[in-house]
Each structure stands twice: as structure tokens, then as C-alpha cells.
């Protein structure tokens, strides 16, 4: 595994470049433990100040510093993509190699699942969801919610590699060895699966931040906790961009999107160190 | 299997219709900043003749797929030709594959043509059959559009497929006929070259049999020559005229197919024909030890010494050439001993 | 290729309709004679029955301009200049013990249609109300009206079921009132309540024109006969303005950019900071309430820090006023609007006619109020904070914030509480609370810690007051989390269901001394159990005995008596010293003008008029603009 | 049963079922919601006008009583299945009594012509040029569009949006920013409402179709750098048959059958950059009347819009699964 990351970071320009962006974006968001002023707290500063030598990417018209804000607010965004990735990966092995593995009718009945789920509009029942909940709708909920709609796509695909092992010499030595279902998916197939899901999960990552900040700039999520969306949401609220404080929305966007290029780039070339027919038109060029 | 082998021929006039040179096609790869090079096919010099049948043999990996799609000018990176000429001579006019692309294309069908591995799926999918053959070949013959479809469909029935799968999806036919249509399409220009790379591995016993009788059949009859490939021996024996063995990128041996299968002079030869099941054989085959080479890093030498059983010391530091020897060609320092191992 | 067909033919589309499009803002409607108002986007626009119940178009203009009724009160003016007679011909006219009231009509007034319009109306209005219990104003119509007559075709008569000396306050236009139905068209109807009375007959001066089915837009156009209205009547001169539109014209930057565009005339309301940057980019070509720093119009309406009575230890006024204590207003004025605020000690807004009735009289009572915190008395009121709020501002406004004390005090207010930590401290103590490190404890031991409601989005400015207030109070060690209700607000007040919240419930006429508004609904008979839900307005369901002596006193004096302005001050002195709410400051509302084609918008220097899009009052704005001289020519 | 029939049962059985578990699932997170519909429309009504507290009581019970939300959860669902079969989701509460239904029939015209354009074009222009630059390896225009696209690909269309608005609305005000079409045009087929509509479109339509193009043009431009691998293509290059040819028949109506099948995947997630787009273009569709149904907290048209809105993606699934084996032959013929 390190050899790979390695291998990749030598070779690859994608991920290098991938790699470098996320790293950075993360160290960023992590310095926000660091931060002299406390993220929820406003008018501490000179509100509207732009970027200068004492508050490098300025301050908000809630007198906040923006680097802070932005700081904690990409923890708390990345947080909230890792979370929804974790828990739809886990749903998403969990269908998706049963199916694979299983075949036949029960293949078929978590498939018709699956498919319904994928045709269902998920920012209608997002939105559905927070009406019921309102200020109950805490981020982790929200993460559960968008997890449990975040999973279908990644399910097929990680299903269609499973049933390529299925009928593999491996998979029926270890039958009948007498390796139990269970333990024949997460010590047989698991490593192979890995890839895929190492590939859907950036994806799926950039899905739920995607999700996240559409979610908060709306207003449909805990306004309190600072959020790339909820940055937004503010600068909306303060009318930042008519107002000419452009760097209130200016940086959030910015580092959002690098954000995404990052994590899409690691996509990508993870994508193509694992297709092996992408991997081959590279070695022509 | 019963293993036949195909009767001479009644030698023809030597005419050459392929040539190919000091040919040397590589692999040429860069990634995660290895640069490898792989020989796959390395220097080879073969004349193939009008009316000919000339077969290909060698285990997998031994680069005779390279060889033949590298005839085929079929090659995409990373094989890229690194020396050597590949000449087909078509009535008089002299088309360098590699030389000029455009004439080259302008050729295929009309005087070239290819059946690929897997030629089960050489169709598209989502069109018709008479999408094919409308693609491939109207433009080489001239004909009016009604005239081209009685021509196609006369060529269809004459081996043996119902005009009907013209108007059929690929998939609607089975892959026998799917075999055979490829076949159909690859000769309804009666073309004066095929190249063929393993056209029956994909199919049962039974359908490979017919296969090949009408590869024959369609051969005598239009009179082109044959290039094929393939790893299986019984194959060869039943229709080729003149074998080529390749091994890890080289010709080792060339010759008539009775006479090799007779006299084998390369080991390594031997080794594929006495490995062939035989009748009444009891004998448990030899199985040659080691595995093939890796033609990144090919053995010094001859490339079969670590595995040949009558490697001597020379083996081992010089490379034999390919000297006449007999009725064809052979490259080994011990060529004469074989028959005795 | 037939994409590229495709994309030929699109751009060709696109390039011959591109121009045609633009040239007309509004189609087939000259700009310079029409004024265009932000509307709320109509979800029902293809309805036009106001005495159902919902919403939809009626805010689109339908109140504003084709609705009519006996009364308007000026929620901006001040003596009798704040009252207008308008199908009335005259105040109303009461019998001694207030079960009685007489109206009478003017006479030549006319539905749109040509139908004079006559007490027939006005009975019919009252009676179908009462026969139909979903509709706007039936409930209020079944408890006062016992029987409604017309004597003659301009005379009605009222008789009540028990005395009411503020009945007429129905048929008052302060926001809106109880409409007067058109009987020739309602009689006609089976159903008056699933009736979407589409078109409307206007009994004012403007008639429907069109209206967007997607409830983007309706288009009002003066009527031929407007000299025909209560309204037209009155008017030396023809009304300039032939169209309104009203439009939903999007989110508060689009609204901005709109206005800066002279697509949008009138601003229901924008952040702050959108009403500083049209000042900033539109210059001369802008008004507002007040024409620079702090632009904002304050509505009759309290802003205030609500407590839930019923829950503890918010029962408690030591309490209150601890938690009043701790507020820095300076910050809340800063940080909700942007020191743009319209600061209230008072109980009541400090508009209109509030001013010279209640905050100057009682400046003084203010100054020497004692407030005993359990070991010592202090006065806490603060005069200067004007003063104090001016001098934050004038680093970013400089020289149009003004230096005189009494121009400061009607931008920013007359003064509030100043922030005394000590104070709040030995209150608190005095309540049996005490202090762990930076944690009060309450009496019972647990830590003391507050739920703030706010709404939110709906009412951006009191979410940020919000905010910043539970920071005050967090920081003083009563750890406070904002609460953000949304829609569920209105349900969660009424119920209960808060500890405390940033919202209103204090409104007032404006325009007029009397309480009674609001006041009457604080009698100690209609508090809620707890879990019930409380009807408006006693929203902290405050219990006193006091305080129900003055209602029951205000109720019998009559509207105009001048017992109703000392009845007013009881009610306020009684409000300061239990502190039953923190008020904040006035609802400022920043609406600013575009002048690019009219002018004479109402001003803090001359409130003639409402100038709010969704008050009915804003009629009497739009019949005085006055086109300006260097409007762009069609 | 042939391949073909039992594809359309399948995909018939796949829409009901969609059907089904969308509106249950509506249901029941609606009916879960604290917002009590008879409060909620009280506060509308008093929060301005003078009040009677006895008057707001008669008002309660009148209320009450005109929503109808009697009976059991059971009873309530069995009822609210009855009345999406009618296509009757009663009053809307913020727009009582109009039916939900007349605001959302009224609405989803504009979603669906906004949609339908800004889908079809993303999906066209994304494939065709994912086409291209899977094709066309080495262009260097190809690769430059591509790396535009697929960098505008992750970013919200609210920020994209929001970007074109400001620019077009602010900075250089040229195209309309709010509504469906130009104020006092009365809709009909006149050539100045049709232009008013695009018009009006273009921004939102843009905003969709910018963030929209990235996947097309990804997956489409991995699937043809695979299938000119394929050993029909391979043999159809070395069959001489002309690269026009080649790319037409042979790379991209293969690369399009997966394609068609990720349109119909991808209309659920369309369909929510639509509700994002249309609220802040102000654009008169479903989305904005769900967002503001959601603000004024309107209990039946939240639930109408959402219902509606997943029958409505179900059934364009449907339309496009039933498409589908008209571009291809192995469903259509077995």
C-alpha cells in the first residue's frame, strides 16, 4: 500500500498535484485548532476589513477573520464528507459484494433496491427530511440521511467486480475449505474490492461536501457551526457580494473548489492505477 | 485428436508476396519512470509465397501475436516498430506498411485483409451484419448497391451462411456463425493476402474443424495466401504449408509442415510435436521445464537454453542464427542432434 | 453534423430575440408612468379573495390598492394628521356605554365596475363573515356583533353584543383591517370562501391590469373613475403614477442589483449592508427614511428579548433584569444592524406618535428610575447611548452622522440600559443563583443556560441580535445557544415552546396613543396553561395584577380620551420595572427608493405617508410621487 | 417471455416500485413533522393584524376542521394514497385554499422545459466532446475544454449559479436575473414570449448545463478511450472504414447505450440542481415553490412537490428506459 502512494506520488503528475492540493487543504483546516479567537464567535474583530499584513484574507461583517473562519469551516465540511463516506462505503460493500457474492434471486431483489434508490431525488427528500427535523437536524443526522442516499451507485459497481471473483479458483477453494460467507468476502474479496471503493470514495467525498454546502447555503442546516456553506449562507445573509466584502465569498469558493479539484484528481489517477486499459494507453504516452 | 498432416503441396513457382525484413517490433514502455523495453518481436526475416499457407507457431507470450499484428500494421503504442521492413508485393505494386500509411489503407480489404483473435466480436454490436460488409468492402467493388448485396450474398451462401444474417444483429447469430461470417467479411473482396490471428482458439472442437476447412476451402478456391498464428500444433498440421516456430521474439525454425513435423531441427520444435497427443500413445508428454522468458530481460545466448535439454556451454553466451538447414530454416547450434534427443 | 445544425440554430433564435426582448422592461408599459414595488412571489397568484383565509396575492397590491375601509391610521404620523376618514365620512360615533357604534359612509364612491357602493356593503360584509366561520375577520365579527343595520343607504349601525370602545378598531387601517366585501359580486357566489373572487372589483384607485400565474407579478393600473374613491376624493391633482407594479423580484442581492439597474422602485427590505451599498452606488439617484446614515424606516414594532414566564427561572424579574444587565446594546445595535438601530427602553416602539406622547415625557422618569439589586440601588438608565452609538458609527459615516443630541436620538433612540456586569451579578445572587468559576448555577444547582429562539432568514436582523446577545450572555458565564426556528417560530411562541426568544410582542398604531393594540390581549384571562397554546400577543404570558387594572381602565376610556396616553405610561413604568421583556430597539426596515423616475417618497422629514410595499397605508404614498423631471425619456 | 417483454417488465415493475417506496417515504417523513399546519397558518394570519385572542380560538377551531388531518397514521396514509392516484394533495396552507396540485401543474412546466433544455444540451455537448477527446487523444483544444469542464464538474450549482449571476446580473448586467419571462407578456406562442422564456432561461439553463457537462464529458470520454480498444473498432480501423464512420457507428453509438442508461440515473440528482438554480434565479418552477414551501412552512405543498417530483423522475426514468432499445438492438430484439 505505501509502496503504491508512493509509486503514484513519483509518477503520477495527477496525484502528485491531487495529493499536494488535499494535503494542503487539509493542514489548513487543521490549523484551525490553533486559531486565537473561538469559530463561533463574532464581532471580535473590525468587521468588513479586507485582506491586509493583520488579516490576511480580511474579516467578515460579523467581525470575524475570514483564514479562521475558512480554517474551521473546511474541518467541519470535511468532516461532515468523511463521515457520509464512511458510513455509504460501509453500506456499499455491504449490498454490493452480498449481491455480487450471493447471485441469483437475492442479486436480484438488493438490485431492484438499489436501482429504486438511485431513481429517487435526493435533494427533494434531503430538503423533506430537514422540514420534519428543523433545528433538530444536526450535522451528524444530516450525515446519516445523506449516507443512507449516497450509497446506491457505488453498490453496483463494487456488486459487478464481485461477481467477476465470484467464480474464481480462489473463491472456491476457500468454500470449501469451509470458509463461511462472511469471512469469504472480507478476507477473499475485500482486497480486491478495495480499489474500487478507495476510487468511489473520493467521489462520494466530493458528493457530500458538494451536497453539504448546498444544503447550508440554503439555510437547511445548523447555521452556528461554521461551514464552507454556512460561510456562504452568512456572506448571503450580510449581502457580501453586492457589497463589495468579496472576500468573505472569494476564499470559501476558492478553497472549496481546489478542494474538489484535489480530491478529483486523486479519483482520477486512483481510476487509472487500477483500470489497467487507461493504465496502458498512458504507458504509449 | 488425431493429428494429420496436411499433404505437400504440389510446389509452385516461388512468388513471393510478403516479405519481411530484419524485422523488430518492441514494447516500449514508461511508466512510473521504468523505462522497459520488451522484444517482442526480434529481428525476423520471412517470405511468404503466393498461394501459400504459412503458419505461426509458439507458446503464449512468445511474441507471435506481436509478429503478426506488426505484418498486419496493426500495432498500437507502446509496440512500436524499431527497424525492418514489411513489404507485400500485390500484383506488381510493392506496398511498405510502414512506409505509406494512406496506400496501405487504400489496400486493406481490396488486396488485405485480417481475421483477428476473437473474431467473434470483430461485429458491431448495435448494427447489422450488412452494415459490415456495406463498410468494409463496398467501396473496393465497385459495384452498384443491388449488385453489391447479390455479390455479398452469393459469397455468404458459398460458405455455407444463409443470406438472412445480413439483416441479423451480431448478436442474434451464434458464435459460430459469427466465426464464420468474419471469415465471410474478411474474403468477400477475395483479397490476395489474410492475415490471420488465431481464428479458431475461441471456438468448441467441432466448429474449429469447420472453421478451418473453409479457411481452406476459401483459400484454394481464391487462391491468396494465408499468414496465421496460433499456439495449437494439431491446427497447423491440418492446414498449414510452411510452419514458423517462434520463440521469445525469434524465428527459431522454418520449414514445409510435413518435413518439420517429421524432422523436427530445433528442440524446442520437438518439444511442441512430442508434446501433441498421438494415438495409442501411453507415454506420459514431457513437459518442459522452466517457464518462458521474459522478453524484457531475455536470457544470453540462445534464448532456450535454460530450458532446452542438449544446451551446451556456447548456448549459453552466443546467439545461433537462422541458417538453411534441410527443407527450411533453423537456428540452433545443435540443430543437427535434435532428432537423436 | 446535426449538432452543430442545432447549435446554429439556437444561436440564430437567440440572436434575433435577443434585442427585441430588451428594449422594454415591461411590456408594452412606459416605465416613467409606472412605479414597481417588491412583492412577495404569490404561490396562489390567481387568487384574489381577501376575506378567505392564506395569503397569496393579496400582498401583490390587492390590499395596498383596490381594498377599502372606513378608517387609516398614519403608522408614521402624529396627531390628528395620522387619522384619515376614508369610507368613513367621519370618526366613529360610540353610544355612552360603547354598545353602540354608528359610521357613517361619504356619499359618490364607486366599485370599479360602476356598482355605487353603499351600507348595503358593509352589512353584507359583517353578516357573511359571521355566517362563515373560516373566513378573515368572522371570528372577531361573531364575538363583538350582535346585529349590523344600515339606517340609510350611508349610515350603518353596529349594535354590540358587550361594550367595546375599540370595535372601530376593526375597520382600522394600521397594517390592514377588515375589509369591505363587494355584495353584488359576493351574493352571486355559493361559496364565498372557495370563491377566488378573480378579477377583483377595486374599491380604491387602481384596478387589477394582469397578473403573472406564476405569482411572480401583478400589474395595477389607475382607475378612469379614481376621482370615484375615498382615497381619489381627496386629491387636488390626478395621481401620477398610472401602473404599479408589484414583483417578486428574488433574493436580496437581486434585489439590490435590480434597484441599482432602476428595475425595482421600492425595497420591502435588505440586510444592512445591500441598503449601503445602493447609498454608495446610486448616490443622488436614492432615498429613504432618512436620507443618509442610518437610512432605516422603524416599524411600530418591538423587537425585544422574549421570556417565558411559565418556565423558570425566567418567572423571576431579578432575573430578567440581570439578563437585561449583562446586554451591551451598543454591540447588539452594531452587530444587528450595523449601529442602524432605533434603540427602545420604552415598551413601545419608538415611533410615530410614541415619541412626543411617551419617550419625551418620560425621559426623566427613566433618568431617575432605582433599580435595588438586593444589596444596593442603582440607576441603570444610560441618556448618552445616542451619543455612544454615533461615535462607533463615525469612523465609517464621518461627517453625516450629526453631533446634535436631539437629532442623534431620533436615528439611534433616547437611551437604554448600560451594561452593568456588577449589577447583573448581585441580581442574580439575590435570586439564589451563584457562580462556579464562569458558570452561574441556578438555585437548584444545575447550571444555568439558555435556549434563544430566533427565526432566522425571515427576519435576518433579529437573528444576528440574537446571536450576538447569547454571546453577551455566554460570556458572562449563562451559557446561551441560538435556536433557529424558522418557519415553526410563529407555532413554538404560541405555544410555549421556547425559554426565550428574539421576536415581538409589542405593535402599536404609530399613529396613534392607544395601546389597546396589543395591550388588551395581555389580560391575565387569556394566559395559556402551560402547553396550551397562547393566543397573540402576551407571547411571555406575563401575569399582573397591575397590569390588569390598566387594561381594564383602558377599556373603558374611549380611543381618542387623553386618559389613554396616562394609562399608556402606567403601563410603560409597570413594563420597566419587571422587565416582563427586554425591549430592544425599533424594527428598522431598510427600504430604500430609487428616484430615477419618481419622487416624494415619505421621509422621516415628512412622514406623510407608510412606506412599507405590504402595508395598505402605502396607497397614500403612491398617489403623491411625483414623476422626476430627468427620468430617462422612453 | 422474450428478452424484450421481460425487459419492459422489469423496467415497468422498476417504475412502480419507484413510485411506491418514494411516496411511502414521503409520507412518512412528512408526517413526522413537528409543524402543526392549523398553528402554523393561525401565526400567518395574526402576525400582522390586530387580534382578539377569542377571535384567534374561532379561528383555530375553523381551521382545524378545513384541513382534515382526522384519523389514524394508518387511515391518513391509506386517505393520502387515495389522493395522489387523484392527483389531489388538497389546499396548499401558505396558499389556502388553491390546491397544491394548481400550484405545482402550474409550476412544472417551466421545471420541465428548464430541465428538459438544460439536460439535453449537457448531455449532447458532454458526450460530444467526451467523445472527441476520447477519440482525438493528442487535441490540444479538446484537452483545454476538457480540463474546463471537468474542474467546473464538483462545484455546486449553487456557487456556479450564483458566479453567473453576479457577473451577468452585477458586474455586466445584460441578461434578466429573476423569473421565468419579461412582466405583462401573456404566454401563448408568440415570438415574444418564446423569446422572453429563453431569455429568462439562459442563466439558469447555463448554470445546469456548466455543471452538468463535466460528467457526461468524464464518462463518456473513459468509455470511448475504452471502446476504441474494442476489437470491432480495432478491426474496423484495420478494415480501412473511414474515421468518420469509425467514430460515428462504431465508438460513440456504443459509448451512448451507457450513457442513456446514466441519463436515467442521473435525473434524480438533475433534478436537485434544479431546485437550487430555480430558487436562486427566482425561476417560477417546483423547486422554488418546494424552497418556499419549506420557508412558509406549507405542510401539503412540501409533501405535493416531493411526491410529484419523484413520480416525475420516475416516469422521465421510464421514458428514457423505454427508449433505450431503440438505440439498442440486444434489448430490443433479444
Aim: neutral net charge; glycine residues 8%.
Amino acid at each position: 500500500m505505501f509502496s503504491i502512494l508512493r509509486d503514484l506520488l513519483r509518477f503520477n503528475v495527477e496525484f502528485l498535484v491531487g495529493f499536494v492540493l488535499t494535503a494542503l487543504i487539509f493542514l489548513f483546516a487543521a490549523a484551525h485548532f490553533f486559531a486565537p479567537y473561538p469559530d463561533t464567535a463574532i464581532y471580535l474583530l473590525p468587521p468588513d476589513m479586507p485582506p491586509s499584513a493583520e488579516f490576511w484574507l480580511g474579516t467578515t461583517s460579523r467581525g470575524q477573520d475570514v483564514f479562521w473562519q475558512m480554517s474551521a469551516a473546511i474541518w467541519n465540511t470535511m468532516t461532515f464528507g468523511l463521515v457520509v463516506m464512511i458510513l455509504s462505503r460501509i453500506i456499499a460493500l455491504a449490498v454490493g459484494m452480498l449481491s455480487g457474492y450471493l447471485g441469483g434471486k437475492a442479486d436480484e431483489v438488493l438490485m431492484t433496491i438499489n436501482d429504486t434508490l438511485i431513481a429517487l431525488p435526493n435533494i427533494p427528500i434531503l430538503l423533506l427530511v430537514y422540514f420534519v427535523m428543523r433545528d433538530q437536524m444536526t450535522w451528524p443526522l444530516l450525515a446519516v440521511t445523506a449516507a443512507l442516499l449516497g450509497w446506491n451507485y457505488d453498490a453496483r459497481l463494487i456488486r459487478s467486480v464481485t461477481l467477476s471473483l465470484r467464480n474464481r479458483e480462489f473463491t472456491r477453494h476457500a468454500v470449501f475449505a469451509g470458509m463461511s460467507v462472511p469471512q469469504v468476502l472480507v478476507r477473499q474479496h475485500l482486497p480486491y474490492v478495495m480499489p474500487v471503493v478507495f476510487f468511489t470514495a473520493m467521489n462520494n467525498l466530493i458528493w457530500a461536501i458538494g451536497l453539504e454546502v448546498t444544503l447550508s447555503v440554503l439555510g437547511f442546516s445548523d447555521v452556528n457551526r461554521p461551514t464552507v456553506g454556512g460561510m456562504i449562507y452568512w456572506a448571503n445573509q450580510h449581502q457580501a457580494a453586492v457589497s463589495g466584502i468579496w472576500w468573505w465569498l472569494v476564499f470559501p469558493i476558492v478553497a472549496v473548489v481546489l478542494l474538489f479539484l484535489g480530491l478529483f484528481l486523486l479519483a482520477i489517477s486512483i481510476n487509472e492505477y487500477i483500470d489497467p486499459r487507461s493504465r496502458l494507453s498512458r504507458m504509449g504516452g | 485428436m488425431q493429428v494429420e498432416v496436411k499433404p505437400e503441396t504440389l510446389a509452385a513457382p516461388a512468388e513471393p508476396v510478403l516479405r519481411v525484413e530484419n524485422l523488430k517490433a518492441y514494447y516500449q514502455m514508461n511508466y512510473f519512470g521504468v523505462s522497459r523495453e520488451v522484444r517482442a518481436v526480434d529481428d525476423i526475416t520471412l517470405t511468404i509465397h503466393r498461394n501459400e499457407i504459412y503458419g505461426i507457431a509458439g507458446e503464449s507470450s512468445s511474441g507471435k501475436s506481436s509478429l503478426i499484428k506488426t505484418i498486419a500494421g496493426a500495432i498500437r503504442p507502446p509496440l512500436r516498430v524499431v527497424s525492418g521492413s514489411v513489404r507485400f508485393d500485390f500484383g506488381g505494386r510493392t506496398l511498405d506498411v510502414y512506409d505509406d500509411p494512406q496506400a496501405m489503407k487504400a489496400a486493406r480489404w481490396r488486396h488485405l485483409s485480417y481475421v483477428m483473435q476473437g473474431s467473434m466480436n470483430v461485429l458491431n454490436p448495435v448494427r447489422r451484419v450488412k452494415h459490415a460488409f456495406h463498410d468494409f468492402a463496398f467501396r473496393h467493388m465497385g459495384l452498384s448497391p443491388s449488385a453489391f448485396r447479390a455479390r455479398v450474398e452469393a459469397h455468404l451462401e458459398q460458405i455455407g451462411l444463409d443470406p438472412q444474417v445480413l439483416e441479423a444483429y451480431p448478436h442474434q447469430l451464434s458464435g459460430g456463425m459469427r466465426q464464420r461470417l468474419a471469415i465471410g467479411l474478411a474474403t468477400v473482396c477475395e483479397p490476395e493476402f489474410i492475415i490471420a490471428d488465431e481464428p479458431t482458439t475461441a471456438l468448441d472442437v467441432l466448429v474449429q474443424q469447420d472453421v478451418l476447412a473453409l479457411i481452406k476451402d476459401v483459400q484454394s478456391r481464391l487462391g491468396s495466401s494465408i499468414i496465421f498464428v496460433t499456439h495449437d500444433m494439431t491446427v497447423h498440421a491440418a492446414i498449414a504449408d510452411r510452419i514458423g516456430i517462434i520463440y521469445a521474439g525469434r524465428l527459431v525454425e522454418e520449414g514445409p509442415a510435413q518435413a518439420m513435423f517429421a524432422r523436427p531441427q530445433h528442440p524446442y520444435t520437438a518439444h511442441l510435436i512430442a508434446s501433441l497427443p498421438r494415438i495409442g500413445d501411453t507415454t506420459r508428454r514431457q513437459s518442459l521445464p522452466g517457464k518462458p522468458p521474459n522478453l524484457a530481460d531475455p536470457p544470453s545466448g540462445c534464448r532456450f537454453h535454460p530450458r532446452c535439454p542438449l544446451a551446451i556451454t556456447k548456448c549459453e553466451t552466443e546467439s545461433p542464427p537462422l541458417e538453411p538447414r534441410g527443407e527450411g530454416r533453423v537456428a540452433c547450434w545443435r540443430a543437427g542432434e535434435v532428432a537423436a534427443a | 453534423m446535426m449538432f452543430k445544425n442545432l447549435l446554429a440554430a439556437i444561436l440564430l433564435v437567440a440572436a434575433s430575440i435577443l434585442p427585441a426582448a430588451a428594449q422594454d422592461f415591461i411590456a408594452g408599459i412606459p416605465r416613467n408612468q409606472t412605479l414597481i414595488i417588491q412583492g412577495p412571489p404569490a404561490q396562489n397568484a390567481e387568487w384574489f379573495n381577501l376575506w378567505a383565509p392564506g395569503g397569496g396575492a393579496s400582498n401583490n397590491g390587492l390590499q395596498q390598492l383596490a381594498a377599502d375601509t372606513f378608517w387609516f391610521i398614519n403608522p408614521d404620523g402624529t396627531g390628528d394628521a395620522a387619522w384619515t376618514n376614508a369610507l368613513a365620512a367621519d370618526r366613529p360615533q360610540y353610544n355612552a356605554d360603547f354598545t353602540e357604534m354608528t359610521v357613517k359612509l361619504k356619499d359618490g364612491i364607486f366599485w370599479s365596475d360602476g356598482v355605487p357602493f353603499t351600507a348595503d356593503d358593509v352589512v353584507y360584509t359583517v353578516e357573511t363573515q359571521i355566517a362563515h366561520p373560516g373566513m378573515g375577520w368572522s371570528a372577531p365579527f361573531t364575538v363583538n356583533v350582535d346585529r349590523v343595520e344600515a339606517t340609510d343607504p350611508h349610515t350603518v349601525v353596529f349594535h354590540l353584543k358587550a361594550p367595546n370602545s375599540r370595535f372601530h378598531t376593526l375597520f382600522t387601517v394600521r397594517w390592514n383591517a377588515a375589509w369591505i366585501m363587494p355584495k353584488h359580486v359576493f351574493e352571486k357566489v355559493a361559496d364565498p370562501l372557495s370563491f377566488n373572487n378573480n378579477p377583483p372589483v377595486s374599491l380604491s384607485a387602481y384596478v387589477l391590469h394582469s397578473y403573472d400565474k406564476a405569482g411572480n407579478w401583478a400589474i395595477w393600473k389607475l382607475r378612469d373613475d379614481w376621482q370615484r374613491t375615498s382615497i381619489g376624493m381627496g386629491l387636488k391633482e390626478p395621481p401620477q403614477v398610472k401602473y404599479v407594479v408589484y414583483r417578486n423580484a428574488g433574493n436580496p442581492d437581486a434585489r439590490v442589483i435590480e434597484q441599482l439597474n432602476h428595475n425595482l422602485d421600492v425595497i420591502n427590505d435588505i440586510a444592512p449592508e445591500g441598503m449601503f451599498t445602493i447609498a454608495r452606488k446610486a448616490g443622488d439617484q436614492m432615498a429613504a427614511w432618512f436620507p443618509g446614515f442610518p437610512f432605516a424606516h422603524p416599524d411600530p414594532t418591538l423587537p425585544s428579548v422574549l421570556f417565558n414566564h411559565q418556565v423558570k427561572p425566567f418567572d423571576n424579574a431579578d432575573v430578567r433584569w440581570a439578563l437585561a444587565l449583562m446586554i451591551d446594546i451598543r454591540s447588539v445595535a452594531m452587530g444587528a444592524y450595523r449601529g442602524a438601530a432605533n434603540l427602545a427602553a420604552l415598551s413601545t416602539p419608538p415611533t410615530g406618535i410614541a415619541v412626543p406622547d411617551y419617550y419625551e415625557p418620560m425621559q426623566d422618569w427613566l433618568k431617575g428610575f432605582e433599580l435595588n439589586t438586593g444589596t444596593r440601588t442603582i440607576k441603570p438608565y444610560d441618556p448618552t447611548i445616542a451619543e455612544q452609538v454615533a461615535a462607533l458609527v463615525r469612523p465609517q459615516w464621518g461627517d453625516s452622522i450629526p453631533s446634535d443630541p436631539a437629532k442623534l436620538k431620533t436615528m439611534f433612540g433616547f437611551g437604554w440600559w448600560k451594561q452593568d456586569v456588577q449589577a447583573a451579578t448581585e441580581l442574580l445572587q439575590k435570586a439564589g443563583f451563584t457562580k462556579q468559576g464562569n458558570q452561574w448555577m441556578m438555585p437548584d444547582g444545575k447550571p444555568f443556560a439558555i435556549r434563544l429562539m430566533v427565526e432566522g432568514d425571515n427576519v435576518p436582523t433579529l437573528a444576528r441580535a440574537g446571536s450576538i446577545i447569547a454571546q453577551q450572555w455566554s460570556m458572562q458565564g449563562i451559557k446561551t445557544t441560538i435556536d433557529v426556528a424558522g418557519p415553526t417560530n410563529g407555532q413554538r411562541l404560541g405555544a410555549g415552546d421556547f425559554e426565550a426568544a428574539i421576536y415581538w410582542s409589542v405593535e402599536t398604531w404609530g399613529g396613534h396613543p392607544d395601546l389597546s393594540f396589543f395591550l388588551d390581549s395581555y389580560d391575565s384571562a387569556y394566559i395559556a396553561e402551560p402547553g396550551k397554546t397562547q393566543p397573540p400577543r402576551n407571547l411571555q404570558r406575563w401575569k399582573s395584577e397591575k397590569l390588569d387594572a390598566i387594561i381594564q381602565a383602558n377599556r373603558k376610556v374611549a380611543f381618542d380620551s387623553p386618559q389613554v396616553v396616562d394609562l399608556g405610561r402606567d403601563y410603560l413604568k409597570l413594563a420597566v420595572e419587571e422587565m416582563p421583556f427586554i425591549p430592544l430597539m425599533a424594527y428598522n426596515k431598510f427600504a430604500p427608493f430609487d428616484t430615477t423616475y419618481w419622487t416624494g417618497y415619505p421621509s422621516a422629514a415628512d412622514p406623510y405617508s407608510a412606506s412599507g410595499p405590504f402595508w395598505s397605508n402605502l396607497r397614500y404614498m403612491v398617489v403623491a410621487l411625483k414623476p422626476n423631471p430627468a427620468a430617462p425619456k422612453p | 417471455m422474450d428478452g424484450f417483454a421481460k425487459y419492459l417488465a422489469r423496467r415497468f415493475l422498476q417504475f412502480i416500485l419507484v413510485i411506491f417506496l418514494g411516496v411511502s417515504l414521503a409520507f412518512l417523513i412528512t408526517h413526522l413533522s413537528p409543524v402543526d399546519p392549523v398553528e402554523q397558518s393561525v401565526s400567518l394570519m395574526t402576525n400582522f393584524g390586530a387580534t382578539d385572542p377569542r377571535s384567534v380560538e374561532l379561528l383555530r377551531a375553523a381551521l382545524s376542521e378545513l384541513y382534515g388531518l382526522q384519523g389514524s397514521f394508518f387511515e391518513q396514509y391509506l386517505a393520502f394514497w387515495g389522493r395522489v392516484l387523484h392527483g389531489d394533495f388538497g389546499p396548499s396552507l401558505s396558499s389556502f385554499p388553491t390546491p397544491v396540485m394548481s400550484l405545482i401543474m402550474g409550476a412544472l412546466p417551466w421545471t420541465v422545459g428548464l430541465l428538459t433544455l438544460s439536460v439535453l444540451i449537457s448531455w449532447c455537448l458532454g458526450n460530444l466532446l467526451g467523445a472527441l477527446a476520447g477519440y482525438f487523444r493528442s487535441n490540444v483544444l479538446l484537452k483545454l475544454s476538457g480540463a474546463a469542464v471537468m474542474a467546473l464538474h464538483p462545484v455546486p450549482a449553487y456557487i456556479v449559479g450564483l458566479l453567473l449571476l453576479l457577473t451577468f446580473g452585477f458586474v455586466w448586467p445584460v441578461l434578466p436575473i429573476s423569473g421565468g419571462a419579461q412582466m405583462n407578456l401573456q404566454p401563448g406562442f408568440s415570438l415574444a414570449f418564446i423569446g422572453s422564456v429563453i431569455q429568462h432561461g439562459l442563466l439558469p439553463a447555463l448554470t445546469l448545463v456548466l455543471v452538468g457537462i463535466g460528467s457526461w464529458f468524464i464518462s463518456m470520454r473513459s468509455l470511448v478511450s475504452n471502446i476504441v480498444t474494442d476489437d470491432h473498432v480495432v478491426y474496423a480501423e484495420l478494415g480501412g472504414v473511414s474515421s468518420a464512420t469509425i467514430f460515428s457507428q462504431y465508438v460513440a453509438r456504443n459509448a451512448l447505450l451507457p450513457q442513456l442508461t446514466g441519463l436515467a440515473l442521473s435525473l434524480g440528482n438533475v433534478f436537485g440542481g434544479a431546485v437550487i438554480t430555480e430558487f436562486l434565479f427566482n425561476y417560477p418552477g417546483v423547486g422554488r415553490l418546494l424552497i418556499q414551501g419549506i420557508y412558509s412552512g406549507d405542510y401539503s405543498l412540501v409533501l405535493g412537490v416531493t411526491t410529484m417530483s419523484i413520480v416525475a423522475v420516475a416516469v422521465a426514468v421510464f421514458i428514457i428506459d423505454l427508449v433505450y432499445p431503440l438505440i439498442d438492438p440486444r434489448v430490443r430484439l433479444g
